[in-house]
């Protein structure tokens, strides 16, 4: 797929005031709330701006609607159409039905299944075709091409960079005196609008980008000079797994974004058990992106007023479940031990009786006796429990020693 191109110039502050004019009756003035648990564990002043409580569960109907609303007449009787795995279906689509538009929305066959049910709740034809994403691009473009219909693109177009820039007009409203704002980056339309914005009320604030590290495509084009295309992408973060910027949101990201930096998956995972379990906040990886850099320290901000764009909560259900398991894990929590035992009646009891002495619930429980690393005559046990405090393992571990059973523990 080539990069993403537009004639049109980049939007103008005054464009970003238009947007929040004709959004202000349609989106959700979102919450900017000071964490006082990120405040202490980072030394900075946090605030997290929470689009994730935004229709659709992210920002991206702000830039859709004000796009479609600026079509003409004849351009809306044709519909609209988008190729997009996630957050930019359904904000497609709940703007066109809001409009009165037809809405046709391509998706791999890959996308999550309570996705693809959301947007098609929001009102749009889903088309599910092609084994990647470009397939589904590829597909919408020739539909597009058949129909007359209006391809919304998901970040490189004026009106889609002044409607998600209304996010930065929010901020400056309700933390004037803020100092630094992060912002997660995937083709950049949400932060060329919110840089345009704030740049233009507040030179001096810091306007920092933040991409997964198996996504680096603005950084590389920034560094390189011109917008290029990364051969792939990976990344648990899928909001903002995109391989090249377009043009417009290179040409703001060179201009008005002050530095750019990242943060792997297990930085963002780990970011977002922390967002459910202190803030009781539920986002999607891409959505913590920007709260990873300050916790994990990609930047400097000790002692400063911070804004972390939360941008999206559409959490694939899977993901979900494995951020939770590792998140107690890591915090000492949840503990998983293998233990090779005689496969004899009452073996498994006398491990059990361990766990319940020291009050540990009981997770999951695995045998396994079929696999050439485990000697006849024995059984390997894996047991998943769930621990009071993180002292409780230790004592855990000495009663097996004790006993003389061979285990480890397990990651």
Known sequence: MAVAHNPLPLPHFSD????????????????????????????????????????????????????????????????????????????????????????????????????????????????????????????????????????????????????????????????????????????????????????????????????????????????????????SVATIADGIAVKSPGNLTFEAAKTFVDEFVVVNDAEMAHTAYLMMQRSKILTEPSGVAAMAAILYQKINVKGRKVVAIVSGGNVNMSILEQILDKGVMEEGLRARIQVLIPDQAGMLKSIISILEKMKANIHDIEHERSTTSVPVGYVQVTITFNLQDTHQLPTILAELDKRGMKYQVLK
């Open 16 to 231: 970003i005031i238009n947007a929040q004019s004709v959004l202000s009756n349609v989106v959700k003035l979102t919450p900017l709330e000071r964490s006082k648990s990120f405040s202490a564990m980072s030394g900075a002043d946090v605030y997290l701006k929470l689009e994730n409580l935004q229709s659709t569960g992210s920002f991206k109907v702000r830039g859709a609607y004000y796009k479609i609303h600026n079509l003409k007449p004849e351009e809306l009787s044709k519909g609209v159409l988008c190729a997009s795995a996630g957050n930019h279906a359904q904000g497609v689509a709940f703007a066109a039905t809001r409009l009165g538009v037809k809405s046709t929305v391509f998706m791999p066959v890959f996308a999550p299944p309570l996705k693809v049910i959301a947007t098609r709740s929001y009102g749009a034809e889903v088309i599910l075709t092609g084994d990647t994403f470009d397939d589904a691009y590829q597909a919408a473009v020739e539909f597009q091409e058949k129909t007359g219909a209006t391809f919304v693109h998901p970040f490189n177009d004026p009106y889609i960079i002044a409607g998600q820039g209304t996010v930065g007009l929010e901020i400056f409203g309700q933390l004037r005196e803020v100092d630094d704002v992060l912002i997660p980056i995937g083709g950049g339309g949400l932060i060329s609008g919110i840089a345009i914005a704030l740049k233009q009320l507040n030179p001096s604030i810091r306007i920092i980008g933040v991409e997964a590290d198996g996504a680096q495509s603005m950084k590389v084009s920034i560094e390189k000079g011109e917008p290029v295309i990364l051969n």
